[in-house]
C-alpha cells in the first residue's frame, strides 16, 4: 500500500493554542504525530512510504478560494510588518467573523478572524510550506487510487476536515479529504466517510449542495463538543446535494458497540449510492485515552471499522485526521489499516 508523508510537515510548529477561558497550552497538533506513524508504518513490509510528488495549486484551488489561499500563502510575511508590539511569531487573531455577511476587512488580523475559526491554527513562518505539503500528500494518494484502483494511505500533517472552501479552524487550513474526493471524481459518484471524533464540519460545507461526493461524519454531539456549530443529525444537504449528507453525533462516552452499530448504518448509505470509490477522514481521537476526545473506543473495535469498510471492496484513499494519544498513534493507525494493506 502507497502511504504518502511529506517532511515538509516539521516546519509547522506552532508553541501554543488557547485553549477556553484563555489558557495557554502547548500545541497538541504536534510533528511527533505524524512522525510516530511514519515510525510504525516503516518497520511493516505491506506500505511504501513515498514523498509526494508537486501536482501543482490547481486541484487546491478546486476546493478552496483564491482569496483565502493567497491570505495563507502572504500572512505570515504581512504580520511580520504590521507596525505593533504583539509577539511576532505566529498570527493569530482574537476576534472572529459572525455568520460571514460582511466583506473581508483590508486589516490583516480582521482578514484572520474572517478566515479562521477558532485559537488552534496559529500561522507561524513555515505553516504554508507544511500545509501544502499535507494536501500534496492526499492528491498523490488520490492519484495513485484513480490510476491504479489500490488502496493509498495520505499521511497528512496538518490534518483537514475542519477547514471549509475559504476558512480553517481546528488545526486544519486545506481539506485534504475533499482534495481528495475531488481529485477521485473522474471515476464516478464518490463517497467520503468521516470518523474522526469531532465533526468533519469542513468537508460538510464542502461538498453541501453537491450530489457527487455523498459526505458522512460520525463524531461527538456537537451539542457538547467542538466544532459545535455543525454536524447535527438534521443537517443533511441542500439544493442538488440535499440527501447527499449525513451525520451520526454520538453522546461522549460512547463505547464499542453503539459505535459499530452507528457505523452499520452509515455503511449501509454507502452501499446504497453505489459509490465508485471511497475516501476516509480517519481520526483516531476517539479512542479511550486521547487527550481531546472522551469516546472510549478499544483498538479491537477500530480495527473492526477498518474491517467493515474495508468490505467494501472499493478504491479507497485514507486520509489522516486527529488522534492526540501520540504514544499509541502508529499502533492505532496500522490497526486501523490492516484490512486495507
Ligand atoms: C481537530 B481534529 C479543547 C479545544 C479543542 C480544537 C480541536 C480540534 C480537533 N479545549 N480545540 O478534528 O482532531
Ligand atoms: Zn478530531
Known sequence: MNVYHSRLHHLHHPAFEVFDGGVRVPYYETPSRAETVREALAGDARFDILPPEDLGILPI?????????????????RWQDVPTDYPKEALLPAT???RRDA??????????????????????SGS????????????????HTLATRQNTFALCRPPGHHAGGDYGGGYCFLNNAALAAQALTPLGQIALLDVDYHAGNGTQDIFYARADVFTQSIHADPNEEYPYYCGY??????????????????????????YLNTLAHALRRIREVQPAALVISLGVDTLGGDAL????????????????LATLNLPTVIVLEGGYKTADLGDNVLAFLDSFA
Open 61 to 77: 484551488l478546486a476546493i478552496h478560494d483564491p482569496g483565502y489561499i493567497e491570505f495563507l500563502q502572504t500572512s505570515y510575511a
Open 233 to 258: 443529525e438534521h443537517e443533511t444537504g441542500i439544493e442538488a446535494g440535499a440527501g447527499y449528507h449525513q451525520n451520526y453525533p454520538l453522546p461522549p462516552y460512547t463505547t464499542d458497540e453503539d
Open 128 to 143: 504554508w510550506q507544511a500545509v501544502y505539503g499535507s494536501a500534496q500528500c492526499a492528491l498523490n494518494a488520490a492519484q
Open 293 to 308: 476526545g472522551t469516546f472510549r473506543i478499544s483498538r479491537a473495535a477500530l480495527a473492526q471499522v477498518g474491517a467493515q
Open 103 to 124: 466583506p473581508r476587512p483590508r486589516s490583516l488580523l480582521g482578514a484572520a478572524g474572517y478566515h479562521l475559526m477558532d485559537l488552534s491554527v496559529p500561522i507561524t
Open 96 to 98: 472572529f467573523a459572525l
